[in-house]
């Protein structure tokens, strides 16, 4: 037992440096540059840790090969309803939620608090995207927490999927302005960042559900979220091979008419790209 157990963290540890050798091609940089090699290094440390701290990433999981793509607003029920479904099946999944990774990375960073800038932004979700990954490699079915409000912003969680040939589905969650006030007195319980402000903000961001271009799930979280935590228990424990409800519809539909982004930070080169 003790050899297995060698032999895996061995096999973690090999891990962890092939994904930041990644994490170094996608970013384009050269390899022998100092400020690359200070984020190599940034990644690995990061990635280290949340291995350390995720009982999930030591051992083999239950499979099947499935990626739960949670999307949504803060306070639109995101973590209630993964809260739901874990009651149903607990130590089923490996759970991945942006607010946990990025106090990580913040730390590997040298900082006491977030800041949301471009390099903690780019470097929180490359690392993200390699706990999905490690979780998929090890048969963990992986549910991913983050808001993933344009398709463009849920890349980081498509490509470990597609690269493992998991079967995907996103669900939007959706809130009235009313219902999402009224949580605002209990963002602290999931350590969720969400404020007003960024409520407002990330309200303007969202664009067309259509435009995604994985199969997908749509729920009003005003109401009662268990029937649709049983669905999707059976589905990620693969108990089903689908839920009440999938569409799978792609199309190019126009923006919502709002003032028009002027850059954006890309998630995989932390550029600015001018629109």
Same mark, same amino acid.
């Given at each position: !037992? =003790?050899?297995?157990?060698?032999?895996?963290?061995?096999?973690?540890?090999?891990?962890?440096?092939?994904?930041?050798?990644?994490?170094?091609?996608? &970013?384009?940089? /050269?390899?022998?540059?100092?400020?690359?090699?200070?984020?190599? !290094?940034?990644?690995?440390?990061?990635?280290?840790?949340? #291995?350390?701290?995720?009982?999930?990433?030591?051992?083999?999981?239950?499979?099947?090969?499935?990626?739960?793509? !949670?999307?949504?607003?803060?306070?639109?029920?995101?973590?209630?309803?993964?809260? &739901?479904?874990?009651?149903? #099946?607990?130590?089923?999944?490996?759970? +991945?939620?942006?607010? *946990?990774? %990025?106090?990580?990375?913040?730390?590997?960073?040298?900082?006491?608090? /977030?800041?949301?800038?471009?390099?903690?932004? #780019?470097?929180?979700? =490359?690392?993200?995207?390699?706990?999905?990954?490690?979780?998929?490699? =090890?048969?963990? /079915?992986?549910?991913?927490?983050?808001?993933? =409000?344009?398709?463009?912003? %849920?890349?980081?969680?498509?490509? /470990?999927? *597609?690269? !493992?040939?998991?079967?995907?589905?996103? +669900?939007?969650?959706? #809130?009235?302005?009313?219902?999402?006030?009224?949580?605002?007195?209990?963002?602290?319980?999931?350590?969720?960042?969400?404020?007003?402000?960024?409520?407002?903000?990330?309200?303007?961001?969202?664009?067309?559900?259509?435009?995604?271009? $994985?199969?997908?799930?749509?729920?009003?979280?005003?109401?009662?979220?268990?029937?649709?935590? $049983?669905?999707?228990?059976?589905?990620?424990?693969?108990?089903?091979?689908?839920?009440?409800?999938?569409?799978?519809?792609? %199309?190019?539909?126009?923006?919502?008419?709002? *003032?028009?982004? %002027?850059?954006?930070?890309?998630?995989?080169?932390? $550029?600015? +790209? $001018?629109?």
């Amino acid at each position: !037992m =003790l050899i297995l157990f060698l032999s895996k963290r061995d096999w973690l540890s090999g891990y962890i440096n092939n994904s930041c050798v990644r994490n170094v091609i996608k &970013l384009g940089l /050269p390899l022998c540059s100092g400020g690359q090699e200070r984020r190599k !290094m940034t990644d690995k440390a990061a990635l280290q840790k949340i #291995v350390e701290k995720t009982p999930e990433l030591r051992r083999d999981g239950p499979g099947p090969c499935r990626v739960l793509i !949670m999307s949504g607003l803060p306070l639109s029920g995101k973590s209630h309803l993964i809260g &739901l479904i874990r009651k149903r #099946v607990p130590d089923s999944f490996l759970l +991945v939620r942006s607010d *946990e990774v %990025r106090p990580v990375v913040c730390r590997c960073l040298g900082r006491k608090r /977030p800041a949301y800038d471009a390099i903690e932004h #780019v470097t929180t979700f =490359l690392v993200a995207s390699e706990v999905i990954r490690a979780g998929l490699t =090890l048969n963990w /079915p992986v549910i991913v927490d983050a808001t993933n =409000l344009k398709e463009e912003f %849920r890349r980081w969680a498509y490509d /470990p999927a *597609e690269a !493992m040939k998991a079967g995907i589905i996103v +669900v939007f969650m959706q #809130v009235t302005d009313d219902v999402a006030l009224a949580r605002l007195a209990e963002r602290d319980r999931d350590g969720s960042a969400a404020t007003l402000a960024v409520y407002n903000k990330l309200r303007y961001e969202t664009e067309p559900i259509e435009r995604c271009s $994985k199969p997908y799930v749509v729920y009003n979280s005003d109401g009662d979220l268990r029937p649709y935590a $049983k669905d999707l228990a059976n589905w990620i424990t693969g108990k089903s091979d689908t839920v009440p409800g999938l569409k799978n519809l792609h %199309r190019e539909v126009p923006r919502k008419v709002v *003032e028009p982004e %002027r850059e954006r930070v890309d998630f995989y080169t932390g $550029k600015v +790209v $001018k629109r």
